[in-house]
């Protein structure tokens, strides 16, 4: 997994590079935001051939006026905090995220799409 992981990120860095710097030349950047998260997580055990799918993931959140950084805490890697002691638990709720870019970035009332309020993220620079 570490080859194909590292080639893979790689590819993905250079499309969103490449992406942004399009915008910029299209002056239009600043009205752009880029959300990348995973599909699913891994578990932490190896199972033999790999991993297999876990409940953690990752987030990023590209675009001009985002103001770089981690916004979460990173996961506990001792075991005794593992969730069904084999996945890392997660910092932060997918729904929290959706919320911030919905209302923040959209304007729009995330309530109904996310089924409940979430506390929300500041990643956002003032326009």
Known sequence: EVPNHERLLTELSGA????????????????????????????????????????????????????????????????????????LAHTIDFRSIYATLLEQWMSIDSTEIVRGKYEQINPFAAA
């Open 16 to 87: 969103l590079r490449d992406f942004m710097a399009d915008l910029r030349e299209h002056d239009a950047s600043e009205e752009v935001m880029v959300y990348v998260f995973t599909e699913f997580g891994r578990r932490i055990a190896d199972n033999g051939s790999g991993t297999d799918h876990g409940s953690g993931g990752g987030a990023f959140i590209v675009g001009e006026r985002v103001v770089g950084g981690l916004y979460s805490e990173y996961p506990s890697l001792d075991p005794a905090d593992w969730a069904n002691g084999e996945d």
